[in-house]
């Protein structure tokens, strides 16, 4: 192998093991994972919809497919969504638990509960 080529190797290797620190590294914050759920939510992507959700939300949303006689996967897909990302403001942790303000219909503004899990902020219920 010549030195070029062994070179461009070393520097392909160096990139990736650096790429997969960064994305091993990656910190979330409530606001990139309400704009997760978001896009995910867009999309009809159940899978995505529930990497953001907490084990608690996702434990009641799922009681609440079955009262609703639907799977879990169809129910989450049909959630009712605004056509453009809504405004968020006021992300505010303490500790494990996270509240961020989203603006809805009529110019109001609700707060949404997160809770850390495995390093990661999810969306989850009061």
Request: charged content about 35%.
């Amino acid at each position: 192998m010549k030195i070029r080529e062994r070179l461009a190797l070393a520097t392909l290797a160096l990139l990736v093991v650096a790429l997969m620190g960064v994305a091993c590294g990656k910190k979330s914050s409530p606001t990139e994972t309400f704009k997760a759920f978001y896009e995910a939510a867009k999309k009809k992507d159940a899978a995505g919809i529930k990497k953001t959700l907490s084990k608690n939300l996702l434990s009641k949303l799922e009681d609440e497919a079955k009262k609703a006689n639907k799977p879990l996967d169809e129910y989450l897909i049909n959630v009712s969504i605004p056509d453009a990302m809504p405004e968020t403001r006021n992300e505010k942790i303490d500790g494990d638990h996270a509240t961020l303000e989203i603006k809805v219909r009529n110019d109001t503004w609700r707060p949404e509960s997160f809770v850390k899990e495995d390093g990661e902020w999810k969306l989850d219920s009061d």
